[in-house]
Nanobody, 128 residues
Framework: QVQLAESGGGSVQAGGSLRLACAVS??????????MAWFRQTPGKEREGVAA????????TYADSVEGRFTISKDNAKNSLNLQMNSLMPEDSAIYYC???????????????????WGQGTQVTVSS
């Protein structure tokens, strides 16, 4: 069983930055065992894949809306998944979730249906 816990959300003005972290808890394993991703959701909308990363952290994929502004990474020493968010815009406001896949994965994907484990989410609010 994998447990995920997000942190780092908050309120920031447009143009600012936030860094989200997702702590991964799993018996006798670590973050390099899973392909992982960050998603976000606003009321009345479907959950959107923001960024994804493969098991070893070598390959990533981003939504067009965040490409060049957000960076997903893994910290093996801290057993965590991170999302550095720069040049934030009001439309980035959402609840952000981290997710992990189970089993094999050949490439990072932002498809929500393939992720088995989810965190509780952290709120990000960007004011204009």
């Amino acid at each position: 069983q994998v447990q995920l816990a997000e942190s780092g959300g908050g309120s920031v003005q447009a143009g600012g930055s936030l860094r989200l972290a997702c702590a991964v808890s799993e018996y006798n394993s670590d973050v390099s065992r899973h392909c992982m991703a960050w998603f976000r959701q606003t009321p009345g909308k479907e959950r959107e894949g923001v960024a994804a990363i493969d098991k070893l952290g070598d390959r990533t994929t981003y939504a067009d809306s965040v490409e060049g502004r957000f960076t997903i990474s893994k910290d093996n020493a801290k057993n965590s998944l991170n999302l550095q968010m720069n040049s934030l815009m009001p439309e980035d406001s959402a609840i952000y979730y981290c997710a992990a896949r189970e089993g094999g994965c050949f490439a990072p994907t932002r498809e929500v249906s393939v992720y088995k484990y989810w965190g509780q989410g952290t709120q990000v609010t960007v004011s204009s």
